[in-house]
């Protein structure tokens, strides 16, 4: 197989950390959701802790972007 | 047509060579200039009265000064007073340069490892040295969780100082690669646009404008994140126990 063929492959390959990070962030929303839902006094207080928890687990699909854009562009 | 990432391109604006090293002032430089004068100016000039009933520029300095004097005092606590200012900075500094980013035909410094991992760096040895300075040697116990089994500890042991040496490429990563790519989409997005024409250019023209405004709100999380995450890391330093 020629060397940029199966770059192109690797950075598509590479994007497959997106089935755990939209898990992730499901995960996270969807909690928030049933939870406010049963408790809805407490919604706001934990808000900030889901836009933490969001904001790392989108780092991983990031991470994941970094490799495919290092496959591509540096080697 | 251009490239995405020719947005991320240094280009040398003043050309300076200093003993040998290349130390141009470049539209990197300038944006993060321009970033620390604009911060100053709404701090200083929205203090300047000090009303007891602020103006719009006063609410928007002391709610910044709030947020995270709160941010500190709930995730470090009292010891974690000393280190106010810095977090401050810190805070302010990243978001001024995320929001500015955001001004068409501007530059994000902090799309720039180099500039997000030197940050990520000095946090990550300030609050080692912090955490011997305060503990001694006590602080090596930060690896060992607390009531594990022994032959577990073998395995946790390692997997902690792991993953604590892996704190500022993680740190620095997380706001680089949030950075490049909001900013690489926005523009193959604003690609899409010119090339579909007057006909079908509305659409992804439609995407631009709600993904800018996730931009900025992703623009202050990342730097609220890279502060709380300084945060919890400090209170690592000065309380030890987790």
Redesign the interface.
């Known amino acids: 197989m020629d060397a940029s063929a199966a770059k192109l492959i690797g950075a598509g390959l590479a994007t497959i950390a997106l089935a755990g990070v939209g898990v992730g962030i499901g995960n996270i929303f969807g909690s928030f959701v049933s939870g406010a839902l049963r408790n809805p006094e407490a919604a706001p207080r934990v808000f900030g802790n889901v ?2 928890g ?3 687990t ?2 991983v699909a ?2 994941a ?2 490799i495919a854009f290092m496959i591509l562009f540096v080697f | 047509m251009h490239s995405p990432m020719e947005q991320f391109e240094i280009k040398r604006l003043l050309h300076l060579k200093i003993l040998g090293v290349d130390a141009s002032f470049t539209n990197s430089a300038t944006w993060m200039v321009i970033a620390v004068i604009l911060a100053t100016a709404v701090f200083v000039y929205g203090m300047r009265q000090r009303a007891l009933v602020p103006s719009r520029l006063q609410s928007v300095a002391e709610l910044g000064y709030e947020f995270v004097a709160g941010m500190v005092r709930d995730n470090v606590g009292d010891g974690g007073k000393k280190y106010f200012p810095f977090i401050l900075t810190l805070f302010i500094f990243i978001l001024f340069c995320n929001v500015l980013g955001m001004v068409p035909y501007s530059f994000t410094p902090t799309s720039h490892i180099v500039v997000t991992f030197a940050m990520a760096a000095f946090v990550f040895i300030g609050v080692t040295i912090i955490g011997f300075a305060k503990q001694g040697l006590h602080f090596l116990s930060l690896f060992v969780p607390k009531g594990v089994p022994f032959a577990l500890l073998l395995l946790l042991v390692p997997i902690e100082i792991i993953s604590y040496f892996i704190r500022p490429f ?1 740190l620095s ?2 706001l680089f ?2 950075m ?2 909001g900013h690489t989409m926005l523009k193959v997005f604003g690609g899409f646009v010119v090339m579909l024409g007057v006909v079908g250019g509305w659409a992804p023209l439609a995407f631009i404008v709600v993904f800018t405004g996730l931009e900025l709100l ?1 623009a202050f ?2 730097a ?2 890279f502060a ?1 995450l300084t945060c919890l890391y400090l209170n690592d330093a000065v309380h030890l126990h987790h």
């Open positions: 836009l933490l969001f904001a790392l989108e780092a990031l991470f972007l970094v | 993680s990563i997380r690669a949030n490049l790519a992703i999380l990342q609220y994140v709380i």
